[in-house]
């Protein structure tokens, strides 16, 4: 593909000899002949000097710091993640249902259902709806037109799935929330009688689970990003537009405004109140509502484990620390008086 | 549903008019007609004068709160469990061998094994076992009657599964345990050659994992309800009535007594003894025996950031702050007796 | 198997009647008639005086701490890790592809593979692989002789695994890693062009999910073992011979070198350099580069509930009682100078 064929594709502002041929997209340490990079953060504007790239994607502010061939654009990592999509479309999939499928419902032609998957009673899948090999798709569930579901993806009855959302390979959505009265010793299980119910442009990583309502709905709104390994727990609400890095979980009933963020193995408590752009730091718990915007953190800081080991046991004596300070305020307070 | 029919059913006492029609559960603030709610939280006592839901469960001492029809129960929150699994049924499944189903094993009749299923050799499902689309049963593997296994879970080879158990989809049961030698700078690998026995009455989430035990077995307990995404290692040993929350992570050989919990992301290292009625806290690494009842916590409080940076940065000079009031202290002695 | 057989098949010094027949392997407390038992902890020295093993295996100090038969071995940890594997062979499977199987490539005649398996196009499989039900192998995926692939692991295009690799049920190679460009509020998608690279005689637990890289590979380095339910994100690269406990995380772009340890929920931050040797304790999160070994720490000391809500009140005002500190030791300097 020819440079100017990307800018009149995706628009920007093409600087210099338009008829480079680019093959692929690389990094600007990396990149050589044929590919295209990109800049964004100005600790690497050093490598637009030194680079091989045949052309690079870089900000209004950056246009004459190279000379090669640029598109000039306000956003370069959202136009390199473009241009990544244009030279590298997904591989075209025979549009059909695979003769080992048990499909149960009827299906528009536009679907692509894979080798062992299951589709239940009264599906409705949207227009290239494609299930790699696999799925099961338990009855009632709706999924809406070009989501792409990877291998083995699990989806029990009633959920829906919206459109141009992509489930990845292990995932399990609609399971039972973790809910038990307690009798005496014994827990006595509640039915989970709510979906999940999954907005448009969502991805989900692999081998994340979650949960289907106590009574109401589990919803995960538009364009949220769940990575690998995180797990959802019944009645949580998450708003468009968040994301969640891996290993994350949220307890029951906690509510996430927009635009939030969640760091690697966050972990969050259940019946909070999380406001909009709240950003909790990886390996953070939240126990309480967070209703102002920000950057939340509880991390243990890492020390050499012997250098711990002191610090640690002295934490477990802060209290009485904090204790000793005061009274020895106290005795210099006495000892100022009486001088 | 009538509302006596329920009491003829489940037990409690009517007060009001029985003849009101049920028709499903809802929540107190919520519920309308056709529904039944409950009280257990006094915290929602007044909404029980704000309700529209048709009838509530209440205990004695909020018999006489409200007008409208209700049972009194000594455990509203149980009852309403058993009320939600009445009104909510399970779907009826065809007892059948799914004709894509690949089964090496004689089978009871009463057993559902659904598309894609895979069932090895001398395996002994008990009466009414519901086996979902792509479960894999290895080899001499047992499960006892009336348990419900969910699509694509596995199970390997002679672990053996109680009676009236659930387990959710992705779920891995008797996997390898982590077991290496190490021989210069590699490892070698242990076989694990104990299996995985799982009691009655228990419920496994999804995509959670329990290993095989390297020499013995691996031993869940009856009525242990473990939430989604949960690591058991190797010879772990989990007593009766114990529930864990989702993201908790079990070390090997580490045993549990009875009715313990462990709150959500819990982790708890290998080779610990663990009481009966141990709460671990959500978040809370255990690195040390637990033989007295009660609740542990090991949690950094969360702030934000800003005032989170400060604090474990101090916190890394913990110990030479208290050696600082050490110094304190014995100057102010001095100080003290030279007065 | 006579004790003599063993030896002679795996080597070690004999002493004792070499014509005893074993079994089984057990531990020193537990084992009886048949078994064979060992000795590394110096902590159980005690119980080769009471053991019923039929035989043990000892280091060279140890060699005249009993009178039972006993194989003389520099590690006996290792060698009983062989005797482990020579007592107890993998199945036999039979090398066939089941019918239920989809098969898109042309494969060598000593695999196996089995029930509703599917294996795309241009996949190769080295000799002896074994692929257990329901896996699905991606286009253009390569994997090496006698590896082993647990039933429902999903295998996404274009990986490549290497020889005498264990891959555990539920695990997911190749998923996009999580990469998005931000724009106004909405998150655009970096398609992921890397591959996941795994080397020889690697083992991946259950449900354990391995990104492909965005740009250039995730790499897996030989003999590295990764417990269950761990997250390795995308460009991570793992030296040889390193161990991961369950549940850990690491997140993009960190490089590991050689030999490094993670305990269980240890979380690794992305973009890091971790160097070889590096032990990092279970429950850790590392948020920095670690270019010398040693083990490092950071986990809140576990407490009774009550007092951990003292402690972590007073650490949250750290910093200030930090300053205090540091006040009155102002105030005692002057104190001391005017008297």
Chains 1, 2, 3 share one sequence.
Not at 70 to 81: E, K, M, Q, T
Not at 207 to 232: E, H, M, P, W, Y
Not at 305 to 310: G, K, P, R, V, Y
């Amino acid at each position: 593909m020819r440079l100017e064929q990307i800018v009149a594709q995706l628009g920007g502002r093409l600087i210099g000899d338009g008829s480079v041929e680019i093959l692929q997209v690389g990094a600007l340490s990396s990149a050589g002949r044929g590919q295209i990079s990109f800049l964004t953060n100005p600790k690497y504007r050093a490598q637009l000097k030194t680079t091989h790239a045949s052309a690079v994607i870089v900000s209004e502010k950056n246009a004459s710091d190279t000379e090669i061939p640029r598109i000039v654009h306000a956003n370069p990592y959202a136009y390199y993640a473009r241009v990544t999509a244009l030279l590298n479309p997904p591989p075209t999939r025979a549009q059909r249902v695979h003769e080992t499928a048990v499909v149960l419902s009827p299906l528009p032609v536009s679907v692509t259902i894979d080798a062992h998957v299951v589709v239940g009673r009264r599906v409705c899948l949207g227009e290239n709806v494609v299930l790699y090999p696999g799925c099961v798709i338990g009855d009632d569930v709706s999924i809406g037109a070009d989501t792409v579901i990877y291998p083995n993806v699990v989806i029990y009855p009633r959920c829906v799935i919206g459109a141009r959302t992509i489930i990845h390979a292990g995932a399990v959505i609609g399971s039972d929330g973790f809910g038990f009265a307690k009798e005496g010793e014994c827990w006595v299980k509640i039915p989970q009688i709510g979906r999940v119910v999954i907005g448009d442009d969502v991805e989900i990583g692999a081998n994340t689970s979650i949960d289907r309502g106590a009574l109401d709905d589990t919803v995960i709104g538009n364009d949220v990003k769940l990575d690998n390994q995180i797990q959802i727990a019944h009645n949580v609400r998450i708003g468009d537009h968040s994301a969640m890095a891996g290993c994350v979980g949220v307890a029951g009933s906690t509510t996430f405004g927009k635009r939030c963020t969640v760091g690697g193995a966050g972990m969050i408590s259940g019946h909070l109140e999380i406001g909009d752009d709240v950003h909790v730091s990886g390996g953070t718990l939240v126990g309480k509502n967070l209703k102002q915007p920000g950057q939340y953190t509880a991390v243990f800081p890492l020390e050499p484990h012997i250098d711990w080991l002191q610090n640690a046991a002295h934490l477990k004596r802060l209290a009485k620390l904090a204790a000793r300070v005061e009274e020895l305020e106290k005795k210099l307070e006495d000892m100022s008086k009486t001088q």
